[in-house]
């Protein structure tokens, strides 16, 4: 019964964020999350436009609230739209700017490298594009796209790689874009972080630990260094010490 409602639940879920994705279309719709409350359902929506979510004097947020409390069964529902700051690391938005492009007759390569470009200079850590259907002619083929680095499989690609979904309906039939996104926060389970070198000191029986910045670990290399040069000195002075006292011995 748990899984039954599980399931059903999820389902519910899609069919919203499919609703939100037809009717916020022009408003840059960025995704959405659901939070149960105990006061009703919150519906946390992103947008590239908020104002166009919202409507003149809220008149569009309302009439969505009511199709999600009648159609989807919400209880109480609230909605809240954000703005997204940085479009271009959303791959549902990106996608959708793919979309327009190629429905205004622009070249699916140019139009894919264009993107990248616009995603990996907002900092990304990598993107992948996918367009597929009839991009060259009468037969579907798949182009794909990729800069920087992305996972591609295990836990880490589900967990850390954002996915957007568009579809672009042209002459030859509908084309399916797929943008996938790994966020420039983004750290990876087996990444290392190298910190920098600390220097212990002990003050009347406390330990305190600093960090040796460029100048200080140049001095204390330098002191080492002097160090080293003395005690070759000492060792010099003591060899020829050692050497007089058995040349008088032998005398």
Do not use: W
């Not at 279309?25 to 149960?36: D, K, N, T």
């Not at 979510?53 to 954000?82: A, C, H, M, W, Y």
């Not at 490298?113 to 060259?136: L, P, W």
């Not at 509908?174 to 420039?184: A, E, K, S, T």
């Amino acid at each position: 019964m748990i899984e039954k409602d599980f399931v059903q639940e999820g389902l519910r879920r899609t069919r919203i964020d499919e609703y939100l994705e037809k009717e916020l279309e022009r408003a840059g719709y960025g995704g959405m999350e659901v939070q149960i409350t105990p006061l009703g359902t919150m519906v946390i929506v992103y947008a590239e436009r908020p104002g166009m979510v919202i409507g003149r004097g809220g008149k569009n947020v309302r009439s969505i609230t009511n199709v999600l409390k009648t159609e989807f069964g919400l209880d109480n529902p609230q909605i809240e739209v954000k703005e997204v700051e940085v479009p271009e690391l959303n791959p549902k938005i990106m996608a959708y700017k793919i979309s327009n492009m190629l429905q205004r007759g622009m070249h699916f390569r140019r139009v894919a490298y264009s993107t990248i470009r616009r995603i990996m200079g907002a900092g990304a850590q990598g993107v992948e594009v996918t367009i597929s259907g009839k991009i060259r002619g009468s037969r579907s083929a798949v182009a794909k796209f990729v800069e920087g680095y992305i996972k591609k499989c295990g836990e880490p690609s589900i967990r850390l790689v954002e996915e957007g979904f568009a579809t672009a309906e042209l002459k030859p039939g509908v084309l399916g874009i797929y943008v996938r996104i790994m966020p420039p926060e983004t750290v990876l389970p087996d990444s290392v972080e190298i910190l920098p070198p600390k220097m212990i000191i002990e003050e009347d029986g406390d330990v305190i630990e600093e960090e040796i910045d460029v100048e200080t670990e140049e001095v204390i290399e330098e002191e080492i260094i002097e160090e080293i040069e003395d005690l070759d000195e000492l060792e010099e002075v003591v060899e020829e010490e050692s050497t007089e006292e058995v040349e008088e011995d032998d005398s």
